[in-house]
């Protein structure tokens, strides 16, 4: 008896939010947590802190590298899920959503809940960035999803 195994191997390459690339050499049969652990590794980032995005395809760590037809050409995005607060914990703002309600509605919500401007706000749900010009429905938002508020500061 002769037993073959193909073993496909690829190059992954991921990119951080300020666009550092890391590559990692990954079998297609590994699982989606393999490169968050080799991501963790690199950046210290906790994988329960991470957000694999391909295209606008969240990744699922248990899931196989070849179930997203992920190949040597793939390119794959992180992106955090907290923010870390600079001195302070950053106190929980409940705001409620409506699916047709605007990314501009809720920064304004946002605004009357913690005095920050919106023009000063970045939100993101899911590792996306919400445009102004969007409604909740354009992202797949709907009552129960957690927003993320980051607010711009002068000095970094």
Known sequence: WMLSLLVFIVQVKVYSE????MTFTANLEDRVKKISE????KTKIPVQDQ????????LKPQRKLSSYGI?????????LKVVEPSDEELPLVLVELRNEGSVAQVKQM????????????????NGKRLEDGKTMADYGIRGGNLLFLTAHCVGG
């Open 110 to 125: 946002i605004e009357t809940k913690t005095a920050i401007m919106p023009e000063k706000q970045t939100v993101t749900c």
């Open 18 to 21: 300020e666009g550092t690339a």
């Open 71 to 79: 190949d040597k050409q793939t390119t794959i995005h992180l992106t």
């Open 51 to 58: 957000v694999l995005l391909l295209g606008s395809k969240t």
């Open 38 to 41: 080799h991501v963790r590794a």
